[in-house]
């Protein structure tokens, strides 16, 4: 792979990380999912990740570091959301 079609494919992930970021927070703004909802979770999960590489490959580490807890966060609140779902199912 070139160093140019690197620098693209690494765009495009940063592009579709902020996607993903932005489709979560505009649905739960329009109350069209909820904040606790596995798809709003996996929506900043996958965001935070895609944005991490890419401003990590951009050596922008402060936003590395941002990224990487708004990962962690999402990563805990989905794990939350599958242990209580777990329960739930157990009940039932």
């Known amino acids: 792979m070139t160093d140019k079609e690197m620098d693209l494919l690494v765009e495009i ?4 990380g902020s ?4 489709l979560a927070y505009s ?3 329009y109350q069209k ?3 606790d909802s596995p798809t709003f979770l996996l ?5 935070g990740i895609l944005l991490m590489a890419y401003s990590f490959y951009l050596e922008a580490f402060a936003n590395t570091f941002l990224n990487l807890v708004w990962a962690i966060v999402a990563l805990f609140a ?3 959301y599958l242990k ?3 329960i739930k199912n157990q009940r039932s």
């Open 78 to 80: 989905l794990r939350k």
């Open 13 to 16: 992930i940063g592009w579709i």
């Open 84 to 86: 209580q779902a777990s």
């Open 43 to 47: 929506l900043n999960l996958t965001g």
């Open 27 to 29: 649905l739960n703004s």
């Open 19 to 22: 996607a993903a970021i932005l």
């Open 33 to 35: 999912i909820r904040s």
